[in-house]
């Protein structure tokens, strides 16, 4: 099945800009979804198709893929954004359905 | 806003059958792929499978041969049951609206209900 790989860990001080990678073999060929998960809380979608927002997401986060990395970006990090972030996508060449990132935690210092 | 409130027994024993049930409300159980997805304590997420209101279904490769997902559209709910369980099935289980083009094999999770954890244990 697809593989993604994300560090377990970001570490960012308030106001300034959290960058979370994905990689994976082509992921620029695929469609990147990444959702925020606040402990004892369920996951929240934050960006579909690589880039796009729900609404209701602030401005501050975006998202690029190319390559074997996507990433999502957190500009003006607030002490609230601290939480787990997984990318997801889909095993367009396989059968395994919907594929996550291990997770990485966002730590606000 | 669509809200998806599961419901279903927190502790299961070893060998029998984990059954979860999901009831879609503030919106259709049409034209969407109404998903399982599970979170081990401690560690990332696992996408199970979906389910179409049409009855088509998609499973997990790992999980296929001991999972069943059913629709009842007449109650917007669906459902999940997954047999002989180990404790390795111990997790927290969300069900989410799967927005998912297959033609494209193409989906991602736009709507998730709350988690409730699941234990299997003696």
């Known amino acids: 099945s697809y593989v993604l790989t994300q560090p377990p860990s970001v570490s960012v001080a308030p106001g300034k800009t959290a960058r979370i990678t994905c990689g994976g073999d082509r992921i620029g060929l695929k469609s990147v979804h990444w959702y925020q998960q606040k402990p004892g809380q369920a996951p929240v979608l934050v960006i579909y198709y690589d880039s796009d927002r729900p609404s209701g997401i602030p401005e501050r986060f975006s998202a690029s893929n190319s390559g074997n990395t996507a990433t999502l970006t957190i500009s003006r990090v607030e002490a609230g954004d601290e939480a787990d972030f997984y990318c997801q996508v889909w095993d367009s060449d396989g059968d395994h359905g919907g594929v996550f990132g291990g997770g990485t935690k966002l730590t606000v210092v | 806003q669509v809200q998806l409130q599961k419901s279903g027994p927190g502790l299961v024993k070893p060998s029998e059958t984990l059954s979860l049930t999901c009831s879609v409300s503030?919106?259709?159980?049409?034209?969407?792929?109404w998903s399982w997805i599970r979170q081990p304590p401690g560690k990332g997420l696992e996408w199970i499978g979906y389910?179409?209101?049409?009855?088509?279904?998609k499973y997990s490769p790992s999980l296929k041969s001991r999972l069943t997902i059913s629709v009842d559209t007449s109650k917007s709910q669906f459902s999940l049951r997954l047999s002989s369980v180990t404790a390795a099935d111990t997790a927290v289980y969300y069900c989410?609206?799967?927005?998912?083009?297959?033609?494209?094999?193409?989906?991602?999770?736009?709507?998730w209900g709350q988690g409730t954890l699941v234990t299997v244990s003696s």
């Open positions: 389910i179409h209101h049409s009855g088509n279904t």
């Open positions: 503030g919106g259709s159980i049409s034209s969407y792929y």
């Open positions: 989410a609206r799967g927005v998912v083009v297959v033609a494209a094999r193409e989906g991602h999770f736009d709507n």
